[in-house]
């Protein structure tokens, strides 16, 4: 399908538009369901009514002050998180290139934990050096990475080894740390909506608005590096300049991401394998991968405060062990077919 206004057109491709849009009414579609229930439910017509100000001031001190905070993070987070694990597992050409295993995500666990063992911070101050250690840590693993151009399989290799002295160091951290300090610490390491404000809201509001519609203008781009750097530079395609263009809107995307949840595992793996087997369409599937990835979000997040009777769990737990479950799928097959 292609459209034309003018001298600009735009071509889309059916089922992945199809696809996204089904995923981005499935998500919102939760996450007023969330907003409905808890220990007071409340009737759809009358969340809906709060959403658009008309509500009574109990309705709308429960919707718009206590709940909607919660699920709008865990949707934005789901985006950004969706988003950068499709450009990074595309710019990598390895389908475990997430910012989970190319050490974003520990670098970030690092700069929070440096505030929160070091500096005695909290809340904004924890977000801050949240995103600090992402950029920080992708830089060097960009650095240590390039010779004469960064490689891709070069930049995973880096990426995994950072990875781990980063979670030495962070285990060192903690170790060192007093007991009540640790636990804060180690709260905070498996990745939670619970008790998010605006605050962080807007924190992953801006990145996703302002990040995400560079990355997918840039994405006929990652589509011509996917066919290799020759290919890309026959193409017009100016490599580095490129690559780090996509690499750091990805890496953006993540640490804002981190820095409003925590870590939270395996969203940014996962959500763009499972938009692709969806959309059966090849490259990065940017936006249908980040629909994914909000579906996940707010979909772990009802999970995790309803699986126990008293006491809601961290959405990290959830999407740990749905992740682990599906990677391990995912290798099992990969072995069957003798990859």
Request: proline residues 5%; contains cysteine; charged residues 10%.
């Amino acid at each position: 399908m292609t459209i034309r206004r003018g001298g600009f057109s735009l071509r889309l491709r059916v089922r992945p538009v199809i696809v996204g849009a089904v995923l981005a009414l499935l998500a919102l579609t939760v996450s007023v369901f969330t907003l409905t229930s808890g220990d007071f439910p409340i009737p759809v017509p009358d969340v809906l009514r709060a959403l658009v100000g008309a509500g009574d001031a109990a309705t709308n001190v429960i919707v718009l002050e206590l709940r909607l905070p919660r699920v709008a993070v865990a949707l934005l987070v789901g985006i950004a998180l969706g988003a950068s694990g499709a450009v990074f597992q595309s710019l990598t050409r390895n389908p475990l290139g997430s910012p989970d295993f190319v050490g974003l995500t520990v670098g970030s666990s690092t700069g929070a934990l440096l505030v929160i063992l070091l500096l005695g911070g909290s809340g904004f101050g924890v977000s801050a050096g949240a995103i600090a250690g992402c950029v920080a840590t992708s830089v060097l693993v960009y650095l240590l990475a390039f010779r004469r151009g960064v490689q891709p399989f070069r930049l995973v290799l880096m990426g995994i080894g950072v990875s781990a002295l980063l979670d030495a160091l962070n285990t060192f951290l903690i170790l060192r740390a007093r007991l009540a300090d640790a636990i804060a610490a180690q709260v905070w390491l498996i990745g939670s909506v619970s008790g998010r404000t605006y605050t962080e809201v807007v924190i992953v509001g801006l990145g996703v608005v302002v990040v995400l519609p560079v990355l997918v203008y840039a994405s006929r781009q990652l589509a011509m590096l996917n066919l290799g750097d020759e290919v890309a530079v026959v193409q017009g395609v100016r490599v580095e300049p490129a690559r780090a263009v996509l690499a750091g809107g990805a890496v953006v995307l993540a640490a804002v991401a981190t820095a409003a949840a925590g870590p939270v595992g395996f969203v940014a793996l996962s959500a763009p394998h499972i938009a692709a087997r969806l959309t059966r369409a090849p490259g990065a599937n940017i936006l249908p991968s980040a629909a994914m990835g909000a579906v996940l979000m707010v979909g772990g997040d009802w999970v995790a405060q309803r699986i126990l009777p008293d006491r809601d769990l961290p959405v990290g737990v959830v999407t740990a062990a749905a992740g682990g479950a599906y990677l391990c799928w995912l290798l099992a097959r990969e072995w069957r077919r003798g990859v």
